[in-house]
């Protein structure tokens, strides 16, 4: 039996949730065979074979892949692959942030949605969370001299040929005068910190100061009181 003598009939391209079957025929008589399936190279074992025929129940994305077969016992000599493409609608739908990082008022920012669908995903649609219109479209979203009035939550709605998928993003923006508000605190705090510092140092040094003269004037009255000549009478 020639390599060419086996093959695989199957729809090159079927969607989500149908079902499939594959067919392995050969032009040879063979007594009751048993057929091997490939996928991707390897022997397939969790599908359901029956005679020369391999059953895709509920098709899946994972499906998606290079089928062969092989009359066991010849397993060397397998059929050409048939590649078998799976339509399915956008999954794993994800929203990322550019720059990221606090956001500031007076900043710019850059909303990107990344999805997996076949076909690709083209249609892209942008919401703001309380609005009930669109507020942008295409895979990227751009807010210029962005505001706090644009905090809130985006959501991006993925959409091919055969479904929808929603992704969404918080956006928070920092307002400038908080930011001001907290820089003056922090500077009075600072401020307050220093002239607390200083007047402590100053009472700490003045104390010093007069325990020192203290000091002196004690040794000078002892010094005073041994200088002092006596007043008694030579004998």
């Known amino acids: ?22 067919t392995c025929k050969t032009t040879c008589s063979l007594t009751d065979p048993t057929f ?4 991707d190279g390897r022997p397939l074992t969790t599908k359901t074979i029956k005679n ?20 066991r016992g010849d397993q060397h000599l397998r059929s050409t692959a048939h590649s078998l493409r ?5 999954k794993s739908v994800s929203v990322s942030i550019s720059p990221s990082g606090e956001i500031v008022e007076g900043s710019s920012v850059t909303l990107t949605c990344s999805s997996d669908g076949n076909p690709p995903v083209k249609i892209y649609t942008w ?8 507020v942008g479209s295409g895979q990227n979203y751009s807010i210029i001299n962005i505001t706090a009035d644009h905090t809130g939550l985006y959501y991006c709605e993925a959409q ?19 930011s001001a508000v907290w820089i003056a605190v922090g500077g009075g705090s600072f401020l307050l910190i220093t002239v607390l510092i200083c007047i402590c140092s100053f009472h700490r040094m003045k104390k010093r100061a007069a325990g020192t003269d203290h000091s002196k004037t004690r040794q000078d009255d002892v010094l005073y009181t041994n200088v002092t000549p006596s007043t008694s009478r030579p004998a």
């Open 160 to 178: 091919n040929d055969h479904g929808a998928l929603n992704g969404t993003v918080m956006v928070s923006v920092k307002s400038q005068s908080s």
């Open 86 to 90: 799976v339509r399915y609608p956008p």
């Open 36 to 39: 091997i399936w490939y996928k």
């Open 52 to 71: 020369n025929q391999l059953h895709l129940q509920t098709v899946s994305s994972e499906d998606a892949g290079s089928y062969s077969c092989a009359a």
């Open 127 to 134: 919401f703001k969370e309380g609005g009930t219109s669109p």
């Open 1 to 22: 039996m020639q390599l060419s003598e086996l093959h695989v009939e199957a729809p090159e391209e079927v969607t989500e949730g149908e079902t499939a079957d594959l």
